[in-house]
């Protein structure tokens, strides 16, 4: 089967990494997620990654924790580090080639983030993965993810989480809640359907960047996105 994406950023959560976990990696999670990204390098799909650090920092509350935002903010970009050099040990484990970029110079560990050479690492078909978020305080992954995707000129940002698609309201605690298979940008605002934040969707719908969210915990299902099969919601 041929792919219907050449070019792919992949945006994961950082709770998705904790697998039944209360906090930190677990590493069957990683195991799974490194198998499925193979497959699809496998049919030639250059992938990006993306990933959140919510399961080792959420920027707390400043009232709560007396940590200023933006110093918040960068405690969870080096979060988002850590889990690019976990996903990166699972996937080269997997005999992926791969490159790990950061906003935030870390030499030792990390390239810094360079645009071309990001670009170019993808054509020589390796798995390119942003760490750091922006780079900037005050914008959350999911912005980082949809500015990543649209600089390197992306088809489509794959958004995995714990569920299958979009819903008309949360399905973990409304049972009569529906799911979209497709809904545009302007639909998803006027619903109010947190897809993303509003400064990463804007982006995207910007830059008419398709958007898929869809459950990544599901083994074979980001193959299925990938060749096209009606999986999870697709927001044009």
């Keep these: 089967m041929l792919p219907k994406y050449k070019r792919v950023l992949l945006k994961l959560s950082g709770e998705s990494l904790m697998g039944e976990n209360n906090f930190g990696l677990d590493a069957k999670v990683i195991a799974h997620y490194a198998k499925d990204i193979k497959q699809i390098t496998e049919m030639g799909v250059q992938v990006a990654l993306v990933i959140g650090g919510g399961n080792i920092y959420r920027g707390m509350n400043e009232a709560e924790t007396g940590i200023e935002r933006a110093q918040g903010d960068y405690m969870g970009m080096l979060a988002t580090v850590i889990n690019g050099m976990a996903v990166q040990s699972g996937l080269e484990k997997e005999g992926v080639n791969t490159r790990l970029q950061s906003a935030i110079k870390m030499e030792q560990i990390a390239e810094p983030y360079i645009r071309r050479r990001a670009i170019r690492h993808l054509e020589k078909g390796r798995v390119v993965i942003f760490g750091a978020g922006t780079g900037n305080p005050y914008f959350t992954t999911d912005t980082a993810g949809s500015l ?5 000129k992306a088809d489509v940002i794959l958004k995995g989480t714990r569920v299958d698609g979009i819903y008309s309201a949360d399905p973990e605690k409304d049972p009569t809640a529906t799911k979209f298979d497709k809904i545009s940008f302007a639909d998803c605002i006027s619903k109010k359907l ?3 934040d509003m400064t990463a969707f804007t982006l995207c ?4 960047l398709p958007i898929i969210v869809f459950d990544m915990n599901k ?3 980001l193959m299925s ?5 009606k999986v999870g919601t697709l927001v044009s």
């Design 148 to 152: 990543r995707a649209i600089e390197i």
């Design 194 to 196: 947190s897809v993303m």
């Design 205 to 208: 719908m910007e830059n008419n």
């Design 219 to 221: 083994p074979g299902n």
């Design 225 to 229: 996105v990938i060749t096209g099969e």
